[in-house]
């Protein structure tokens, strides 16, 4: 039986959600929540490394962050498609999983894939809350399901983020699981040529983003992420 999580984070490569939004699941594990990943692909038409490492790089990841789950649906990289049996696929684990929270790849990026993974995964939740969208798992008909909310995390562009999560007292082990992907960044044998993700530059961007987002609500660090529409608060009142 497939445990159920409490937040659920979409990611079309392994190493999106280390990049992205790992601090964030490792908070929310610590205080009682269950977390998992969902990678969409294995990344295979990464410069270095190969498919293979990268599932190796994933699952050592997993442990450091903690997660209650973590399945890759080896859709093709860079090649996926917003149809009607991708889509299907993952409204498959998003009723399977039963999350509260989904986030999900930013929606605009760099990468093309990111933001096409963004609508393919926004679509899957609102479509999995359809009780004549028919799916099954494990021979079994599923229930329509549809999470609460769904957020974008923010990737290459510095994209202006609706809320920010502190993560300073997780950014240590927010470094160690984007290092478990040894072969994408910090790989001493050279697995392939320098990208623009392996080199030195590109860490020192990571960590100045999460600095900015954290300088929004002065904190340390932070992840910021985004929603395509207003969020609901029960009062204005809040407690940081």
Not at 29 to 50: H, P, Q, V
Not at 215 to 221: A, P, R, S, T
């Amino acid at each position: 039986m497939i445990q159920t999580v409490d937040i659920l984070a979409i990611a079309v490569h392994p190493d999106d959600a280390e990049l992205a939004c790992s601090g964030t699941l490792m908070h929310h594990k610590s205080i009682g929540y269950t977390t998992g990943i969902l990678d969409l692909t294995a990344g295979e038409m990464g410069t270095r490394g190969n498919p293979e490492l990268r599932m190796q790089e994933a699952a050592k990841a997993a442990e450091i962050m903690k997660l209650d789950f973590r399945h890759n649906l080896q859709l093709r990289d860079c090649f996926f498609s917003i149809d009607e049996s991708h889509i299907l696929e993952i409204v498959k684990w998003i009723r399977a999983l039963q999350p509260k929270v989904v986030i999900c790849n930013a929606p605009e990026d760099r990468h093309p894939d990111h933001g096409r993974a963004a609508e393919l995964a926004l679509q899957a939740c609102f479509y999995s809350g359809l009780a004549k969208i028919h799916t099954e798992m494990n021979g079994q008909q599923q229930q329509a399901f549809r999470p609460e909310i769904v957020w974008h995390y923010i990737q290459d562009r510095l994209l202006i983020p609706s809320v920010v999560l502190d993560i300073t007292p997780w950014m240590d082990d927010k470094v160690k699981a984007i290092k478990a992907f040894d072969s994408q960044f910090f790989n001493s044998q050279q697995e392939g040529p320098e990208t623009y993700i392996s080199t030195p530059l590109f860490w020192d961007n990571i960590q100045a983003k999460a600095r900015t987002f954290g300088h929004m609500i002065g904190v340390e660090f932070g992840e910021g992420f985004i929603k395509s529409g207003p969020v609901q608060v029960r009062s204005l009142l809040i407690p940081v």
